[in-house]
């Protein structure tokens, strides 16, 4: 006797209510950058807002973790900040300019984004968790930033800067594997009970 198989359904596809915006070319500021060297002082001057900004906000979360580990990185981070922003400041004098801060936007949002993890989360491992999340988003910027900064010092011809960035891209990197290692290790198992 021959089985009857069931017609396998056919899933309904959802249509995306995603709409694609009419683009416009964006006009240019009187004081926007023309040259290469011009984007990359505004890119110090950012990251070094962004740099001073963290010297004040790792304290917090710091202060906020329960975990012995992600407290001791946190602190060794922190003193590796305070030096970010020395290496900035010998950046600008490399170039002959004097240490100029520019509000970074994506770094203030990262920062109210971690303060609103830590308000959402009760302390212990999950709030632990929120602030490595939250530290990881820090650290991807700065990754990013740093990286992009080192390739125009490069071609800009800007070896002391240069060699200034890739010392701190490296401590960026290192700290987010950190992170990782703290959150594999134990921090997310003990986030789950
Ligand atoms: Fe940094
Ligand atoms: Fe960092």
């Known amino acids: 006797m021959a ?3 069931k017609k396998p359904t056919k899933p309904t596809a959802t249509k995306s209510k995603t709409t694609v915006a009419f683009a416009k070319k964006v006009p240019a500021k009187k ?22 900004a963290l010297t004040k906000a790792l304290p917090k979360m710091q202060k906020n973790a329960t975990d012995t580990k992600l407290k001791a990185a ?22 002959g300019k004097k240490a100029q801060a520019k509000k970074c936007d994506a ?35 700065e990754i990013a930033t740093y990286g992009t900064l080192a390739a125009f010092a490069k071609v800009l011809n800007q070896n002391k800067c240069l060699k200034e960035l890739l010392k701190t891209l490296q401590e960026e990197k290192n700290c987010d594997e950190l992170l990782t290692s703290i959150a594999d290790t134990a921090l997310n198992t003990k986030a789950m009970n």
């Open 3 to 5: 089985t009857t198989t």
């Open 31 to 52: 004081d926007a950058a023309k040259e290469l060297k011009d984007l990359f002082e505004d890119g110090l001057k950012d990251i070094y807002w962004a740099e001073k």
């Open 74 to 95: 946190i602190g060794a981070h922190l003193a590796e900040t305070i030096n970010h922003v020395k290496r900035l400041e010998d950046c600008f004098a490399a170039l």
């Open 107 to 141: 770094m203030q949002g990262l920062l109210d984004e971690g303060k609103s993890i830590m308000e959402e989360t009760k302390p212990g491992p999950v709030r632990d968790a929120g602030i490595i999340a939250a530290s990881q988003k820090v650290e991807h910027y």
